[in-house]
Nanobody
Framework: QVQLVESGGGLVQAGGSLRLSCVAS????????LGWFRQARGKEREFVAA????????YDSDSAKGRFTISRDNAKNTVYLQMNSLKPEDTAVYYC????????????WGQGTQVTVSS
């Protein structure tokens, strides 16, 4: 079992930045790639980015490229999503995930953190 707890969401103006954090816990957390999905109201959940346990492999969605950066600190069992140049369409609930590979379907999900970008 892997438990995921997100933090760092909030309200920000368009063009601003936020950094999301997710602390992972569990005996097997080192087996998992960590990542982020998001779900806007009325829309399907979509992939944002993922990073391997070693940090050597990352996978970003088109919406994340150039604006979002995923990173992890294994000493803290924490994954981060630095989001810059935020747009109103980035407004969503952001979920931390754990999967057996950066391109695989998540096995575990966090509870989510709300990000709201005002225009």
């Amino acid at each position: 079992q892997v438990q995921l707890v997100e933090s760092g969401g909030g309200l920000v103006q368009a063009g601003g930045s936020l950094r999301l954090s997710c602390v992972a816990s569990g005996r097997t957390v080192s087996n998992y790639a960590l990542g982020w999905f998001r779900q806007a109201r009325g829309k399907e959940r979509e992939f944002v980015a993922a990073i391997s346990w070693s940090g050597g492999s990352t996978y970003d969605s088109d919406s994340a490229k150039g604006r979002f950066t995923i990173s992890r600190d294994n000493a803290k069992n924490t994954v981060y999503l630095q989001m810059n140049s935020l747009k109103p369409e980035d407004t969503a609930v952001y979920y931390c995930t754990a999967a057996l590979g950066v391109r695989l379907r998540p096995s575990y999900w966090g509870q989510g953190t709300q990000v709201t970008v005002s225009s």
